[in-house]
C-alpha cells in the first residue's frame, strides 16, 4: 500500500511523541481515519507537501497547488526538487538527511519556485511519516511564504541607512 493510499483508505492515525503521523489498526475512539488526516491537510492554510523517501511528490494540498501554480496532476511523481531553486538542491538534501535522522527540522529559512519561474522564501519544516510497523514510508513538508516579512524587513534596514546618512551629514 503506497502513502497515497493509506491517505485515502488506511485504517486510523496518530500523532507519536515524535510527532510522526503513523497509521495504525485500533478501534480506539480517539484515532481518525487517515482520509480525515488527508482532509485536514487540505485545509491548511500553508502549503504541505507529502514525499517518498526517493524525493517524488506523492500528495500536495490545495495551498500548494495555489502557490507554486501547478496543477496537482503535474507535480504528483515528479520530485520535490522541482519546486526547489537548484541553488537550494544542497540544502534541500541537507534537510532530508536531518529529518531521517529524526533530528527536529522547524521554520529553517529556504526558498521555492513557483511554475512561472518566481522564487520566494519560505520556513520549512519536515516530518516522518511512518506505516502502521513504524517503517518510515515518507516525509511531510510544510512550507509558510514569508516574502511580506522580508519585504518589511529590507525596508527598515533601508529606513535605516537613509536614518544614518541624514544623522551623519
Do not use: Y
Amino acid at each position: 500500500t503506497t502513502l497515497s493510499e493509506q491517505l485515502e483508505t488506511g485504517p486510523a492515525v496518530k500523532e507519536t511523541t515524535k510527532g510522526k503521523l503513523t497509521s495504525g489498526t485500533s478501534k480506539s475512539v480517539e484515532k481518525q481515519p487517515i482520509r480525515h488526516m488527508s482532509r485536514m491537510i487540505q485545509v491548511v492554510p500553508d502549503p504541505i507537501l507529502i514525499e517518498d523517501l526517493a524525493g517524488r511528490l506523492l500528495e500536495l494540498n490545495d495551498e500548494a497547488v495555489r502557490v507554486f501554480g501547478w496543477r496537482r496532476e503535474a507535480l504528483i511523481g515528479q520530485p520535490v526538487k522541482t519546486l526547489i531553486p537548484p541553488e537550494q538542491h544542497a540544502q534541500a538534501d541537507e534537510l532530508l538527511l536531518r529529518c531521517k535522522r529524526v533530528e527536529e527540522v522547524r521554520n529553517v529559512e529556504g526558498l521555492r519556485v513557483t511554475k512561472d519561474g518566481q522564487i520566494h522564501p519560505v520556513l520549512i519544516s519536515l516530518t516522518l511519516l511512518t506505516d502502521e510497523q513504524n517503517q518510515v514510508v515518507g516525509i511531510a513538508t510544510l512550507t509558510q511564504d514569508i516574502s511580506h516579512q522580508k519585504a518589511t524587513e529590507r525596508a527598515l534596514r533601508e529606513s535605516e541607512e537613509r536614518l544614518r546618512a541624514i544623522v551623519n551629514t
